[in-house]
């Protein structure tokens, strides 16, 4: 088979660059087909905002979407500040937050953003009873909560 002379070599392609966990700003959604569908393209959107805010790119900066069966199982993401997106039957993080994180922003049977205000521990959760609602609740997190998440995050 002959190599078409547009297609790269793997000899010249740059190897992935290393992602260095001590800076990550994980935004974590469910590992489950409702999660990767409908709360991925929600929270991918928060992680570019994140990043640009910083001053990154929108797809290369510390904050990074990944699914809760990594960031449950890797010990140095869970140091980190941490934004979960997702109902807790979807998102697993979700679901351990739900009693220990406190309300801060809720719409009664429709959306809820979990977080201690002051951020003095940045975690925080967001989640709706449907795909727009949790993105409803992603848009008050930005508008109340995101520049001191952010501020906590880059202490």
Known sequence: MDA????????DTPADPV????????????ATLEGEAH???????LAELINRTLG????SGP???????????DESLRA????????PDRNALSAYLGDKAPSAFVVDDVLMV??????????VCCWG????????AVDAFVEKYLDAFIEAAVR
Do not use: F, K
């Open 114 to 123: 979990q977080a201690d205000p002051e951020m003095t521990e940045a975690v």
């Open 129 to 136: 009873i449907d795909a727009r609602a949790t993105g409803w």
């Open 39 to 45: 709360d991925r393209p929600v929270a991918q959107r």
């Open 63 to 73: 904050a990074l979407v990944c699914t809760d069966l990594w960031y449950l199982n």
């Open 56 to 59: 990154h790119e929108a797809d």
């Open 19 to 30: 992602i260095d966990t001590e800076r990550v700003i994980p935004v974590v959604v469910g």
């Open 80 to 87: 980190r500040p941490t934004i979960s997106v997702g109902r």
């Open 4 to 11: 078409d002379a547009s297609s790269p070599n793997p000899t």
